[in-house]
C-alpha cells in the first residue's frame, strides 16, 4: 500500500473541497455512497478547522483588548507624572 505525506493528502483534500459538481462520468452505489462519505468527511473536517479559527478569533479579540487597555492605563499614568 503506497504511503502519502500528510501534505499531499491536504493537498488533495483541498481540491476535492473546491470543486463544486460531481465527476459527469456515471457513478455506481458504491462509488456514490463513497464520495458523499469523503464529502461528509471532508465536511466535517472544514467545521472543526472553522471552530479551530473562530476560537482564535475570540483569543485575539480579548488579547486586543487587553492590550487597548493596557496602553490606556501606561499614557494614563505618563500623564500624571508630567
Not at 459527469?24 to 464529502?39: A, F, G, N, S, Y
Not at 461528509?40 to 473562530?54: I, K
Request: hydrophobic share 35%; charged share 40%; with cysteine.
Amino acid at each position: 500500500m503506497p504511503s502519502f505525506s500528510k501534505e499531499t493528502i491536504e493537498e488533495w483534500r483541498q481540491e476535492r473541497i473546491s470543486q463544486t459538481r460531481l465527476p459527469k462520468m456515471p457513478m455506481d452505489e458504491w462509488q456514490l455512497r463513497t464520495v458523499l462519505e469523503t464529502c461528509a468527511t471532508d465536511l466535517r473536517e472544514e467545521e472543526r478547522f472553522l471552530e479551530v479559527v473562530l476560537n482564535n478569533v475570540k483569543i485575539y479579540r480579548a488579547n486586543i483588548r487587553s492590550l487597548k487597555k493596557k496602553r490606556e492605563d501606561i499614557l494614563k499614568i505618563i500623564n500624571e507624572t508630567r
